[in-house]
């Protein structure tokens, strides 16, 4: 039998290329808490989470008790078929903690599957075709999601034709707008545009739903002003389109509250949830009103997977750990502290040209300092230098140019300061 040596060796045989190819590609044995170890042994502090999934740390100890206690007991047997306790019960704690309005939950694996149920869920729901997305916005790679996702345009090659009846508007970026100096002008422009779409493209009608990140991932951490979100309800109520609020990435308690929607005060329709859930347990959920929800027909969608017990039981954990330890207010508390860090460290190095974020959801962008050109070769040799010194970071942003913060919200504020040092250490190496 290969030893795990000789496995990494083998990796891009033995993975397809979008796997193999990812980068950096650590070879890792385990991980606790704000930790993960090599297979060498080196200790990494982990500011990725694997994707920004374990909100409460690695193996936070009553996850894993919640999921052994499940795994004694009930492993598969399918929503539908059976009814447990687990799903029942994290439907029930959803209704606590998701913003006013959402009632009801439908349960998938992954991400990209909560948009998909969503996408059909308010084309049922307003027998409407046109579905509004965001450029920078990131919602998965499945043919629905991708369709949607608009972060890259190559991760459309040879994709094409992608689903009918998709459209996007422009985000405010408020960095890399000429109105920098005033953010709600940005978000006013990106309004403008998105009624321009109405006036050139499709009619409001005609469309479904607006699905937006509240705060973009992949795009490059970009926080909107929250006239922007508010702008958006206000379209949405005027037309009779559903505003869909992915959250996957910024739900809970990344940005400081449960949900980002919390944050800006800003109510979805529909909620999509995924990554944090269940404190890296494969689990999605989408949520709305019993309204809208209850349009679908029963064999409207279904799943063999999707609300799986042990991934459900994990999330019923993952929240009483998030309320029991208060993470989300922790999220809120260490947020200004690791930002005021980060724009001490952009007075030293011009190459960072923002630095931005909400809760413990940051980016620091890489710029030429002459033009502002985003740099992402730079933000690359940065991420190469700092796992040398024992953090792993992962980037952002259609080149790469962004690194973003993403550690567990349990982190303990030495192993935060350690990281954050080791961070400047490694720009300081790379500049
Ligand atoms: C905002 C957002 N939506 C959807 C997804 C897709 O999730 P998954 O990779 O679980 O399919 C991601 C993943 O990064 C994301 O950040």
């Known amino acids: ?94 209704r606590e903690i998701t913003p006013d309005g959402i009632e009801t939950f439908y349960f998938g694996n992954s991400g990209a599957e909560a948009i998909e149920a969503a996408m059909k869920l308010v084309r049922y729901h307003t027998r409407r075709p046109g579905i509004i997305a965001f450029w920078g916005g990131f919602h998965g790679r499945t043919y629905g999601a991708m369709t949607l996702t608009a972060s890259k345009a190559k991760y459309r090659i040879a994709a094409e034709p992608l689903v009918p009846s998709v459209y996007h508007s422009v985000y405010p970026n408020v960095f890399r707008s000429p109105y920098r100096d005033d953010p709600d002008r940005v978000a006013k422009e990106a309004l403008d545009h998105l009624r321009r779409l109405f006036l050139y493209e499709i009619e409001p009608s005609q469309v479904a739903a607006i699905f937006v990140e509240p705060v973009q991932g992949e795009g490059g951490y970009i926080v909107p002003p929250a006239s922007f979100l508010r702008g958006l309800r206000e379209i949405c109520d005027e037309h009779g389109i559903l505003l869909v609020f992915d959250e996957v990435q910024s739900g809970f308690g990344r940005t400081g509250k449960m949900f980002a ?56 954990a993952t929240i009483d750990v998030l309320i029991e330890e208060k993470l989300p207010e922790r999220a809120a508390a260490l947020g200004p502290r690791v930002m005021e860090r980060l724009r001490e460290m952009q007075k030293r190095f011009p190459v960072i040209g923002d630095v931005r974020g909400i809760g ?46 993403m550690p567990a919200l349990n982190v303990p504020e030495d192993v935060l300061d350690e990281g954050l040092g080791i961070l400047e250490q490694a720009i300081a190496a790379v500049v």
């Open 360 to 405: 413990l959801m940051i980016g620091m962008e890489f710029v030429d300092p002459k033009t502002n050109a985003p740099d992402g070769e730079l933000a690359h040799r940065v991420i190469a230098e700092a796992l040398r010194r024992g953090l792993l970071l992962y980037p952002a942003g259609p080149y790469g140019q962004v690194i973003r913060l």
């Open 1 to 94: 039998m290969s030893t795990f040596q000789e496995l990494t060796g083998r990796l891009k045989e033995l993975l397809a290329p979008p796997l193999a190819n990812d980068w950096p590609n650590l070879p890792v044995t385990r991980a606790e808490g704000s930790f993960i170890w090599g297979a060498d042994g080196t200790r990494y502090i982990d500011f990725t989470q694997g994707f920004a999934v374990n909100n409460t740390g690695h193996r936070h100890p009553k996850v894993i008790a919640a999921v052994k206690e499940q795994l004694d007991r009930l492993v598969h047997s399918a929503i539908g078929v059976t009814a447990y306790e687990p799903a029942l019960r994290l439907a029930e704690r959803l």
């Open 261 to 316: 929607a919390q944050v800006f005060d800003v109510r979805p329709d529909v909620l999509c949830m995924a990554k944090g859930i269940a404190s890296g347990f494969p689990l999605s959920a989408v949520g709305a009103s019993h309204k809208i929800m209850g349009s679908w027909g029963s064999a409207a969608h279904g799943t063999t997977f999707g609300g799986h017990p042990v991934s459900t039981a994990a999330a019923v």
